[in-house]
């Protein structure tokens, strides 16, 4: 089971099923809290051996439905769609949005994974995200934490060799490095860019 959970945990699926995010709660509240509602993060934090039978059997039901809809047929005759966006608004614990734009990208991808259209979206992976509103001192500041450096439900694109591709980019005197990183949403797959490093 413990495979089969962080296999869910890393599919964005889960994010549009109304159950799924008591379920993660239910593990460690505080936890759940603390990892700003990120179930890949506190799946590598939960001592698996002292989570409840009881949990472990509204895990199976959600299991259950996910199963259900990964075996579903695909739409016949549907074309391939490309979506182009600088961010999509998928869930509070990927905060690769700010607003309306993204949270109707997210819908879109949501919503052609669940019908298992041909859909791929493009977009960008941001290294802090959109910032986190604080009070110090008294007054509103936004924080810039570096987002990447936590556990996120995403696995670098590679070549069929398992080398990971990295895309070269000459520009003025230097170059610039990029990869990407692949998020899956049901059946629909989102590609997000990030930069690397820059040469000269």
């Known amino acids: 089971?413990?495979?089969?959970?962080?296999?869910?945990?890393?599919?964005?699926?889960?994010?549009?099923?109304?159950?799924?995010?008591?379920l993660w709660k239910e593990l460690d509240p505080w936890l759940w809290e603390d990892l700003a509602h990120n179930?890949?993060?506190?799946?590598?934090?939960?001592?698996?051996?002292?989570?409840?039978?009881?949990?472990?059997e509204k895990a199976k039901t959600l299991l259950a439905r996910y199963t259900k809809h990964q075996q579903q047929p695909a739409l016949a005759d549907c074309p391939a769609i490309t979506y182009f966006c600088m961010e999509f608004g998928l869930h509070e614990s990927f905060p690769m949005y700010s607003g309306g734009l993204g949270i109707l990208a997210g819908d879109?991808?949501?919503?052609?994974?669940?019908l298992k259209l041909n859909f791929t979206g493009i977009g960008l992976?941001?290294?802090?995200?959109?910032?986190?509103?604080i009070i110090h001192a008294g007054r509103q500041v936004a924080a810039r934490p570096s987002y990447l450096k936590d556990a996120m439900p995403i696995s670098p694109v590679c070549d069929p060799n398992g080398k990971?591709?990295?895309?070269?980019?000459?520009?003025?005197?230097?170059?610039?490095?990029?990869?990407?990183?692949?998020?899956?949403?049901?059946?629909?797959?989102?590609?997000?860019?990030?930069?690397?490093?820059?040469?000269?």
Request: hydrophobic content about 40%; proline content about 3%.
């Open 39 to 56: 179930p890949t993060a506190m799946l590598n934090e939960i001592d698996w051996t002292t989570i409840s039978d009881e949990w472990k």
């Open 125 to 133: 992976l941001y290294q802090k995200g959109y910032f986190a509103q």
């Open 108 to 114: 879109h991808i949501r919503s052609a994974g669940d």
């Open 164 to 200: 990971r591709i990295i895309i070269e980019i000459p520009f003025q005197n230097g170059r610039m490095y990029a990869q990407a990183w692949l998020l899956k949403v049901g059946h629909a797959k989102l590609y997000l860019k990030t930069m690397m490093s820059t040469s000269h």
């Open 1 to 22: 089971m413990q495979k089969n959970i962080q296999e869910l945990a890393e599919n964005f699926w889960w994010t549009g099923d109304p159950w799924a995010n008591d």
